[in-house]
């Protein structure tokens, strides 16, 4: 069994700047792709962003592409997403998710364990 636990989420302006993290218990982090979903009120919940078990490999929706990245620190048992360039669009839960396997992917249903969730807000 994996607990995730987010953080990092908040309010901000427009153009601002967030980074939420998510934190995963158990020792085998680094065999684990790792992804950030999000789900907007009255909105299906939708990809954002992946990365591989060793980090070398991520993936983006073309949405964030250029202004978001996801990082990982396999020793911290931690995972990242740099937000940038922020948009009142972007207003959303955004979830933190693991797969049982090291490849990432797009598919929320591919995803084993949750987080509770971060809520991120952007301003105009």
């Known amino acids: 069994q994996v607990q995730l636990v987010e953080s990092g989420g908040g309010f901000v302006q427009a153009w601002g700047s967030l980074r939420p993290s998510c934190v995963a218990s158990?020792?085998?982090?680094?065999?684990?792709?790792m992804g950030w979903f999000r789900q907007a009120p009255g909105k299906e919940r939708e990809f954002v962003a992946a990365?591989?078990?060793?980090?070398?490999?991520?993936y983006y929706a073309d949405s964030v592409k250029g202004r978001f990245t996801i990082s990982r620190d396999n020793a911290k048992n931690t995972v990242n997403l740099q937000m940038g360039s922020l948009k009142p669009e972007d207003t959303a839960v955004y979830y933190c998710?693991?797969?049982?396997?090291?490849?990432?992917?797009?598919?929320?249903?591919?995803?084993?364990?949750w987080g509770q969730g971060t809520q991120v807000t952007v301003s105009s």
């Open positions: 158990g020792r085998t982090f680094s065999s684990r792709a």
């Open positions: 998710a693991a797969r049982t396997i090291r490849y990432g992917s797009r598919w929320y249903d591919s995803y084993d364990y």
């Open positions: 990365i591989s078990g060793s980090g070398g490999i991520t």
